[in-house]
């Protein structure tokens, strides 16, 4: 008796999951990040702003308090370092930008990043330097504007608690420019800094 061979059983490729109507947890805003990631990995930051301008202020406001909240918990030398390396230089704005992009990358590869600062640079292609993304920093402030109509967003970060509070100085070991390359080698070597 012959038995005919089994068809494949091709499951549909599973759709990334959507935010919820409302975004009260960071797991939520993560979800905003990974949908837009699955809408256009190279431009994060422009589906990010899309999808917040289909939502109200207070979820815009979330969103703002998300994104500050990682900044600031990422604001590490060592960190620094690799955006460093990874960008052949890389001023206090450009980090807070290098930070945007790591975002933009999504929960996992962030955390990875912080659990070892040398994993932001996994799956990176040196040719798509600069590693910055200032606008994804911004993102719930432009979907303000947009959806306002309005030039300025003072309103908009009046209402996010703690907007533009210092942070203090980086945590850990500062980092010497002079250094950074013996101390990362792999990472200079394939971001052309050796």
Not at 129 to 134: R, T
């Amino acid at each position: 008796m012959k038995v005919a061979p089994k068809a494949e059983s091709r499951k549909p490729k599973a759709e990334p999951r959507q935010p919820p109507l409302r975004l009260a947890t960071d797991d939520d805003c993560w979800l905003v990040i990974e949908a837009a990631r699955a809408r256009d990995a190279h431009d994060v930051a422009a589906q990010v702003i899309e999808a917040l301008g289909a939502r109200d202020i207070a979820d815009m406001v979330r969103f703002q308090q998300f994104v500050d909240a990682r900044v600031r918990e990422a604001y590490r030398w060592d960190l620094w370092a690799v955006a460093y390396v990874m960008n052949g230089g890389c001023s206090d704005d450009g980090f807070d930008y290098f930070l945007g992009w790591l975002i933009g990358r999504g929960r996992a590869r962030w955390k990875a990043a912080l659990a070892d600062a040398e994993a932001a640079a996994d799956g990176a292609d040196p040719d798509d330097e600069p590693f910055e993304s200032e606008e994804l920093l911004a993102a719930a402030s432009i979907a303000y504007r947009r959806k306002m109509g309005e030039e300025d967003v003072t309103a908009f970060y009046a209402r996010v608690p703690a907007a533009g509070a210092p942070r203090g100085a980086p945590a850990g070991e500062r980092f010497d420019e002079n250094t950074v390359a013996e101390k990362h080698p792999k990472l200079a070597q394939r971001f052309g800094m050796a």
